[in-house]
């Protein structure tokens, strides 16, 4: 590996962060992400490309005794392995989502370091395993991430999160049907955001963002709508404990076409294919950390590790169900610059 994949505790992940502070008003917003200013350096060797995804994954399940599976949902547009891994035998279904944009660059990692944990001997990763199947794909657009651009790269060049009404991409048809067979019903997606917002009313830097609609919520089931909420208010709540993070709602857009959205509206499929008429996920968010170039990157990956292993956590515990989400509508929003689309 370019860098030492770390399997951390949950204990271990949360240590170095320090705390978390609030604010109120509504911005607007121009969301989108990651977006680097002139001045920012991004070396490309400190984070994980395709090559090292596929050696990773292959070092976790060889030393795993078992307990993970690699497999492959099919082929990219350029002939990369769409790979995913299995961990867990328990009756909930957990999808575990990184890198959909290709040139979001440590939600790979992260994810990564959350396999390896659920792999190893720790109580917390045995019931985890015990009460969860967790799928987990650490780079869902490989041509994309290997030309570290937004997008996909071929046949088309378009947005892999914009492309679950036409699944125009070989790569949205091969995940589609991988959650057709699998049918989560949690779903967690993993971005980074735009350029260095501020929490509104602050001078505090907005490094994580939660994202617990990308549709209507008069879309959404009840079930879903509350789910989402106490999916969001579970990660919220272990980033206040061990902070620094600065939490902030992400904009409220609009987008049925995303996969997330797709998830738990369904009524869509592939050319030849079915499509869902019920959704089986109850619950699906993402996540949106600080972006890339500022020469933090393992701060970086726990915002993503930690409110990552809440959820898992929760959902194994059966807490998840009964979370307080009084809170929700008091996360304050955050004012940032343009930088594109989400």
Known sequence: ???????????????????????????????????????????????AGYGDVVQALDRIERTSGGLVEVSSAGMSGEGRELLYATVGEGPTTFWLQARIHGNELHSTEAVLQILDHL??????????????????????????????????????????????????????????????????????????MGEAPVVNGTDDLNQFQIGARSIDPSRMTAEQWITNRQMAMVSVDALDRYGLANVAHYPLIDITNAALSRMLMSGTAPAGEQPVLQSPTK????????????????????????????????????????????????IPFATQGPCGEV
Request: charged letters at 15%; hydrophobic letters at 40%.
């Open 1 to 47: 590996m370019k860098r030492a994949f770390v399997a951390a505790s949950v204990v271990g992940l949360i240590a170095s962060l320090g705390t978390t502070s609030t604010a109120t008003a509504d911005p607007p917003h121009n969301p989108g992400g990651p977006c680097l200013q002139p001045d920012q350096n991004v070396s490309l060797s400190s984070v």
């Open 119 to 192: 792999a190893s001997g720790d109580p917390n990763a045995r019931l985890i395993r015990e009460q969860l199947t967790v799928v987990v794909i650490p780079m869902y657009n490989p041509d994309g991430a290997e030309a570290n651009i937004r997008q996909s790269t071929t046949p088309t060049s378009i947005d892999l999160n914009r492309d679950w009404e036409n699944f125009a991409q070989p790569e949205s048809v091969a995940f589609w049907k991988l959650w057709r067979d699998v049918a989560p019903e949690l779903a967690l997606d993993l971005h980074h």
């Open 283 to 330: 619950g699906a968010i993402f996540y949106e950390v600080r972006s890339v170039g500022q020469k933090s990157n393992g701060q970086l990956e726990r915002l993503f590790t930690i409110p990552t292993m809440a959820v898992l956590t929760a959902a194994a515990d059966g807490s998840l169900a009964s979370h307080d989400i009084s809170g929700y509508p008091d």
